[in-house]
Nanobody, 127 residues
Framework: QVQLVESGGGLVQTGGSLRLSCAASGRTFSRQAMGWFRQAPGKEREFIAT????????NYADSVKGRFTISRDNAKNTVSLQMNSLKPEDTAVYYC????????????????????WGQGTQVTVAS
């Protein structure tokens, strides 16, 4: 069983930066694609970014491309999301997610393809 724990959320002004981290348990982290999603009040969960088994592959939602960067450290079982130039519309609960080990859903933008989820961390961007 894989457990994911996010940290790093908080309140930031428009234009500011935050770095989210996600710590994963288990021995299969290096063979699991990782993703970040977010959900704002009254809205559906939204894909933000994903990385494959290494940082060699990454994919981003158009809404965050050029502002957010996903990275992973397989030695530490962590994945991070660096968020720059934050906007009020980035306000949401951010979730870390992982696929099954060796999953064919490598690089998926669909939440259904991720089997493990963290509890979420709140990001609030004040205008």
């Amino acid at each position: 069983q894989v457990q994911l724990v996010e940290s790093g959320g908080g309140l930031v002004q428009t234009g500011g930066s935050l770095r989210l981290s996600c710590a994963a348990s288990g021995r299969t982290f290096s063979r699991q694609a990782m993703g970040w999603f977010r959900q704002a009040p009254g809205k559906e969960r939204e894909f933000i970014a994903t990385t494959g088994w290494s940082d060699a592959y990454t994919n981003y939602a158009d809404s965050v491309k050029g502002r957010f960067t996903i990275s992973r450290d397989n030695a530490k079982n962590t994945v991070s999301l660096q968020m720059n130039s934050l906007k009020p519309e980035d306000t949401a609960v951010y979730y870390c997610a992982a696929t099954l080990p060796f999953s064919r859903s490598y690089g998926s933008t669909k939440s259904d393809d991720y089997n493990y989820w963290g509890q979420g961390t709140q990001v609030t961007v004040a205008s």
